[in-house]
């Protein structure tokens, strides 16, 4: 691996909300030299080409520390990430992931909730439609949990 110890970032992590939205974040790597700036290069399907993060986010150094995405959409099982940096003191070392986008998505509440209270035995019939995703899921995969508060 190319690069000095201890310049490729650390903490890199993402998260997917509302339906397709993604923002990805990191720390600069503790040895990096002061004027290092990282790039963001991600691949999401084994047909697409790889391309740099379009909108930074920046730290009050001007340094890249996250990216955001709009109109993502999950496409193969794993998605590649790949961060390097420049600098003109030292050669920076690249970090890499492939990352389920599947398990990093926050979901949207479920839609349409209706709860229908009669005084027969049965009480309350709940319903509700499957929350929103930016992928055709299986249904039978979302589970529930209802919580009810007497009044």
């Known amino acids: 691996v190319s690069g000095m110890p201890g310049t490729a970032i650390k903490n890199f992590s993402c998260v997917i909300y509302n339906v397709s939205f993604m923002n990805c974040t990191w720390s600069a790597g503790r040895d990096a030299p002061g004027d290092t700036q ?5 691949k ?14 920046k730290d ?5 520390k ?3 995405f709009q109109n993502v959409t999950i496409k193969d099982t794993t998605t590649y990430f790949m961060v390097n940096g420049s600098s ?10 492939y990352i389920n986008l599947y398990k990093i ?8 909730i209706t709860a229908n209270c009669t005084g027969e035995p049965r009480g309350c019939v709940i319903e ?3 929350p929103l995703t930016s992928h055709v899921e299986n249904k039978d995969c979302f589970q529930y949990e209802i919580n009810i508060k007497n009044k």
């Not at 999401?44 to 986010?57: A, F, G, I």
């Not at 003109?88 to 992931?97: A, G, V």
């Open 66 to 68: 996250g990216c955001q």
């Open 128 to 130: 509700w439609q499957e």
């Open 105 to 112: 998505g926050k979901l949207t509440a479920p839609l349409n």
């Open 88 to 97: 003109k003191d030292s050669l920076i070392r690249f970090y890499d992931e």
């Open 44 to 57: 999401n399907s084994r047909e697409e080409e790889e391309t740099q993060c379009e909108l930074y986010v």
């Open 38 to 42: 990282y790039f963001l290069y991600w």
């Open 60 to 64: 009050e150094n001007e340094r890249h």
